[in-house]
């Protein structure tokens, strides 16, 4: 079965960092481009970041570049999001997912980043 367990969310003050983490099983990892979104409240869900499969080239929302870092650790089936800067703006539920026609239905439970004084 597939699974995504997102991990490392938190209170934080503006300014400060976190690093998510996402566990997956049930497929082969390292054959696909993983993700993160996130969604806030009253917003619909957005894409964060991305990540090609195994690795290599990487993409960003405008609105995170320059302040968020996006990482896998095949051998530990993990993607990673370094989250420095943090602004209250970035406050949401952050969720990965896999990109297959058949994965992309599958989503973890998300963890919540709280960025506030």
């Known amino acids: 079965q597939v699974q995504l367990v997102e991990s490392g969310g938190g209170l934080v003050q503006p300014g400060g960092s976190l690093r998510l983490s996402c566990t997956a099983s049930?497929?082969?990892?390292?054959?696909?481009?993983m993700s993160w979104y996130r969604q806030a409240p009253g917003k619909e869900r957005e894409l964060v970041a991305i990540i090609g499969s195994p690795g290599g080239v990487t993409k960003y929302a405008d609105s995170v570049k320059g302040r968020f870092t996006i990482s896998r650790d095949n051998s530990k089936n993990t993607v990673y999001l370094q989250m420095n800067s943090l602004k209250p703006e970035d406050t949401a539920v952050y969720y990965c997912?896999?990109?297959?026609?058949?994965?992309?239905?599958?989503w973890g439970q998300g963890t919540q980043v709280i960025v506030s004084s």
């Open positions: 997912n896999a990109h297959g026609d058949q994965l992309r239905d599958y």
């Open positions: 049930g497929f082969p990892f390292s054959s696909y481009a």
